[in-house]
C-alpha cells in the first residue's frame, strides 16, 4: 500500500514539472527551432527522452501605415494631377519671320552747277536755299547754258535731278543733251519766289567713261536758276 502511493505521489509530481516546462518554452516564441524539452522523470525510468516540438507556422503582424502624405524631399516632385496630364497641350508658337531689309536706296552724286562749264550765265549767291558756293544765273537769251562733266564705269540709264527756282511767271524750257545728242525737252515751271528750291528729274542715258550732260535755254527769257543736278 505504501509503495504504491509513493509511485502515484512520484507520478503526479513528474507530471506536474513537464507541464511547467512545456508552459515555460511555449510561452517563449524566440526559442529556436529544434529546442529540447526535458522531462524529468522517476528514480526508476530510463534516460531523459528528447522530442523535436511540432513545426508551426508563425504569422508577423506589420505596423499599419500612417495615413497621411508622405515627408517630402527637396528633389521630390509632386506627381501630376489628372486635370494636368489630362490637357491638351498648347501648340508651339508659329515662327516669327525676320522682317525684309529695305533695299539700299542709291546714293546721288551730286554736281554743282558753279563748278560746271557756263555759257552766257554767271555765278550768284543773292537767293538763299542753295548748296554749295553759289548757283547759276541764266542770262535772259536763247543758247544760255550750264554744262556739267560726269563719269560712269559702264554704259548705264541715270536719274538726272535738276535743283532750281523760276520766280518768274512763265515755264523756263530747256534742251538736255549729252555728249552733243538731244535727250529730252523740259519746261522748268514756276516757283513760289527765288528762295523756293524744287527738283525737276529726268532720265539719260550715259556711256562708260566720261559723259557731258547740258541744260540750253532756248527762249529769250533764258533758263531758271540752277543749283546742281544729282546722278542717281
Keep these: 500500500m505504501r509503495r504504491s502511493l509513493k509511485w502515484a505521489l512520484s507520478g503526479a509530481a513528474s507530471c506536474a514539472a513537464a507541464g511547467m516546462v512545456v508552459t515555460l518554452l511555449v510561452s517563449q516564441p524566440d526559442a529556436p527551432a529544434g ?4 522531462v524529468p522523470q522517476g528514480q526508476d525510468s ?7 516540438p511540432p ?3 508563425v ?3 506589420l505596423p499599419t501605415p500612417s495615413v497621411g502624405p508622405a515627408p517630402s524631399s527637396p528633389d521630390a516632385q509632386p506627381p501630376p494631377s489628372s486635370s494636368t496630364s489630362a490637357r491638351t497641350p498648347k501648340p508651339a508658337p508659329p515662327p516669327q519671320q525676320a522682317p525684309e531689309r529695305t533695299p539700299p536706296q542709291p546714293q546721288g552724286v ?3 552747277a558753279e563748278n560746271a562749264t557756263i555759257r552766257n550765265g554767271r555765278i ?3 537767293h538763299a536755299g542753295f548748296t554749295g558756293s553759289g548757283f547759276v544765273d541764266y542770262d535772259n537769251e536763247v543758247g544760255s547754258s550750264v554744262e556739267w562733266t560726269v563719269t560712269a564705269l559702264a554704259t548705264t540709264s541715270v536719274n538726272v535731278v535738276f535743283r532750281y527756282t523760276n520766280a518768274s511767271s512763265e515755264n523756263r524750257p530747256m534742251d538736255i543733251t549729252v555728249n552733243g545728242i538731244k535727250t529730252a525737252s523740259v519746261n522748268f515751271p514756276p516757283t513760289n519766289g527765288w528762295e523756293d528750291w524744287r527738283t525737276l528729274t529726268i532720265r539719260v542715258n550715259l556711256l ?3 559723259s557731258k550732260i547740258r541744260a540750253t535755254a532756248t527762249t529769250s527769257n533764258g533758263g531758271p536758276n540752277v543749283d546742281k543736278i544729282t546722278v542717281v
Design 35 to 38: 529546442a529540447q524539452i526535458v
Design 46 to 52: 530510463e534516460l531523459p527522452v528528447t522530442t523535436q
Design 55 to 57: 513545426q508551426s507556422t
Design 59 to 61: 504569422s508577423v503582424l
Design 110 to 112: 551730286d554736281f554743282q
Design 124 to 126: 550768284e549767291s543773292n
Design 208 to 210: 562708260a567713261g566720261t
